[in-house]
């Protein structure tokens, strides 16, 4: 099966603006799963939901902001994914799917990353917990607020001890940094912008690979938000498309 995964960090969900751009996405480019963070949103609502369109189709999870701070969401379309179990963490959401068209199963995890170390040691952890409860093909992704390689931020003029535990991180998950293409980075800021890094990403196992043929992840233009949009495609093993 072919598989659309969408990612953006929209830095607050309450604006019919931003929602409204991210209905057109879901619609022009028919994506299976969208994964925003830093939703601000306490509680989700469905309203807020349904106005991201896809009506009936639309089905979704949501890992509340605290205060104003952070939230995840994540939605799909039920013609093409159905969700058999799901799993709060503290800063990830977890989602057992299973693609409708092949029966094929697999988990997705949406991230939205913290600041401290000590908050990060817990991402980390629960990435490890969700790999212990479920051993499917797995693919994990969203706002890690962290780069993973030092070129990866255009100022960054060593490897910090942060950065080299997610990379053991990743290592250890057996995880694979898909390639990225339309630029080299996600997300600026600071004075002036002059700020720029890949904060943003998806990774996959490779057994999550293996169920698709050419899985990249592309910088899509950024309408409002100081991060770009990620759209990741993968072709099912036959091709096509």
């Given at each position: 099966m072919k598989l659309k995964i969408l990612s953006w960090n929209v830095r607050g969900a309450n604006d019919s603006s931003k929602r409204k751009i991210i209905k057109t996405f879901m619609r022009n480019r028919r994506i299976d799963l969208f994964c925003i963070q830093e939703t601000k949103i306490q509680p989700m609502s469905e309203g807020v939901v349904k106005s991201l369109g896809l009506g009936r189709f639309l089905d979704w999870r949501a890992l509340d902001a605290e205060g104003v701070a952070g939230g995840l969401l994540i939605c799909w379309d039920k013609r093409t994914l159905?969700?058999?179990?799901?799993?709060?963490?503290?800063?990830?959401?977890?989602?057992?799917?299973?693609?409708v068209e092949d029966g094929a199963v697999w988990v997705f995890t949406g991230v939205y990353g913290p600041f401290t170390r000590m908050e990060r040691d817990s991402l980390w952890e629960e990435f490890g917990v969700i790999r212990g409860l479920w051993e499917d093909p797995w693919c994990l992704g969203g706002d890690?607020?962290?780069?993973?390689?030092?070129?990866?931020?255009?100022n960054q003029r060593w490897l910090t001890s942060a950065m080299r535990r997610f990379a053991e991180t990743v290592d250890e998950?057996?995880?694979?940094?898909?390639?990225?293409?339309?630029?080299?980075?996600?997300?600026s800021g600071g004075l002036n912008n002059q700020s720029w890094a890949r904060l943003?990403?998806?990774?996959?196992?490779?057994?999550?690979?293996?169920?698709?043929?050419?899985?990249?992840?592309?910088?899509?233009?950024?309408?409002?938000s100081d991060h770009f949009l990620i759209l990741?495609?993968?072709?099912?093993?036959?091709?096509?498309?």
């Amino acid at each position: 099966m072919k598989l659309k995964i969408l990612s953006w960090n929209v830095r607050g969900a309450n604006d019919s603006s931003k929602r409204k751009i991210i209905k057109t996405f879901m619609r022009n480019r028919r994506i299976d799963l969208f994964c925003i963070q830093e939703t601000k949103i306490q509680p989700m609502s469905e309203g807020v939901v349904k106005s991201l369109g896809l009506g009936r189709f639309l089905d979704w999870r949501a890992l509340d902001a605290e205060g104003v701070a952070g939230g995840l969401l994540i939605c799909w379309d039920k013609r093409t994914l159905e969700i058999l179990e799901w799993e709060e963490g503290q800063f990830s959401l977890s989602c057992r799917f299973k693609n409708v068209e092949d029966g094929a199963v697999w988990v997705f995890t949406g991230v939205y990353g913290p600041f401290t170390r000590m908050e990060r040691d817990s991402l980390w952890e629960e990435f490890g917990v969700i790999r212990g409860l479920w051993e499917d093909p797995w693919c994990l992704g969203g706002d890690f607020n962290i780069t993973l390689l030092q070129r990866e931020r255009n100022n960054q003029r060593w490897l910090t001890s942060a950065m080299r535990r997610f990379a053991e991180t990743v290592d250890e998950l057996g995880l694979v940094d898909l390639p990225l293409q339309g630029g080299e980075f996600t997300w600026s800021g600071g004075l002036n912008n002059q700020s720029w890094a890949r904060l943003d990403k998806l990774l996959g196992t490779p057994s999550w690979l293996d169920q698709f043929s050419g899985v990249y992840q592309s910088r899509l233009p950024r309408p409002v938000s100081d991060h770009f949009l990620i759209l990741l495609l993968g072709r099912g093993r036959g091709g096509g498309g």
